[in-house]
């Protein structure tokens, strides 16, 4: 393999590390605004398995996350990072 598709096979890499953590970050999301519906109507016990599930992806996240190379891209994944654990936490609040 030469470099220049060393180089190409390197970046394609990258851009599906962060599609991944781009889509993760989402269903986590999703999974907190079950949550929530969840706590409303009452269902705690539903509402916890979905909160250990988002916080399961946010670690899970939290590992990709420092791999990804481009600058820029990781920067902005690490703000919705943040939010979403930020989210997590007002949920986990929310549930006690």
Known sequence: MDESSFELLRQQTDQQRRNFIATDIDTAMTFLRLARTEL??????HASKLLVTARHAHDTIGRFLESVADPEEKQRLSERFQ???DAIREAELLQA
């Open 83 to 85: 939010l979403l654990g």
């Open 40 to 45: 409303e109507i009452g269902d705690k016990e």
